[in-house]
């Protein structure tokens, strides 16, 4: 079955460091997403793309983060300058149409140190 | 409170006993859909319930949605130890999809 990959599994940086996490969606996919759990809490949206460009961010989703889709399979998550705060699972998902089911990666654990 | 809050927060059932989730919600929504995480992993897909929909199934999986209440149950039937996880609600409100999460509940299905 067709599945959303995430890498790293799992990143340590130093504070003040930029770190990019990288996911490759669902081939046919059209709509892609970033989600964040902080330890313990719930899952929150940060940012949906579709067409190239982002079509939806949340009060999150600042200056310090960034996305982009390089080519035609990988979709990345930037942030330029980590802080403590920013210490989460970040999670990768695509659907295929607005409106459908939207399909998790496994995550990348980000641990600012 | 706020969009997608699950009860109760924690459940614990012995293994082929049934467990019923509850999903309550404030605004209107397009579609409702439920997931699956096991502790530090990834989340599963288990089910979306569209608003127009009551009842859905899949498996041991039935979902049911009640949109004048704005609420939605997950009765998981014959648990087995595997389905240990915690769970969440998620709604979306329109073609952009974007979900809301309530905070999930943590499934204990003991052997």
């Known amino acids: 079955e067709p599945e959303v990959t995430q890498t790293p599994s799992h990143q340590v940086t130093q504070m003040g460091q930029e770190v990019i996490l990288r996911c490759v969606p669902i081939?046919?996919?059209?709509?892609f997403y970033w989600y964040r759990q902080i330890l313990g809490q719930k899952v929150e949206f940060l940012v949906s793309?579709?067409?190239?460009?982002?079509?939806?961010k949340s009060e999150i989703f600042d200056d310090q983060f960034s996305v982009e889709r390089p080519d035609g399979s990988n979709f990345t998550l930037k942030i330029r300058s980590t802080k403590l705060e920013d210490s989460a699972m970040y999670f990768c998902?695509?659907?295929?149409?607005?409106?459908?089911?939207?399909?998790f990666g496994e995550g990348s654990w980000l641990t600012v140190v | 409170s706020q969009q997608g809050e699950e009860d109760p927060q924690a459940l614990s059932i012995q293994e082929g006993e049934n467990a019923t989730m509850n999903c309550s919600y404030k605004?209107?929504?397009?579609?409702l859909q439920w997931y699956r995480q096991n502790s530090g992993r990834g989340l599963v897909h288990l089910i979306l319930?569209?608003?127009?929909?009551r009842e859905k199934h899949s498996g041991r999986l039935r979902v049911t949605l009640d949109t004048s209440k704005k609420s939605s149950s997950l009765l998981i039937t014959a648990s087995r130890a595997a389905d240990t996880a915690s769970y969440f609600c998620?709604?979306?409100?329109?073609?952009?999809?974007?979900?809301?999460f309530g905070k999930g509940i943590t499934l204990s299905v003991r052997p």
């Open positions: 605004t209107s929504i397009n579609n």
């Open positions: 793309f579709y067409n190239n460009e982002i079509s939806e």
């Open positions: 998902a695509s659907s295929l149409l607005g409106g459908n089911t939207i399909y």
């Open positions: 319930i569209r608003s127009n929909e």
């Open positions: 081939s046919n996919h059209l709509y």
């Open positions: 998620a709604t979306d409100t329109g073609a952009n999809s974007k979900l809301t």
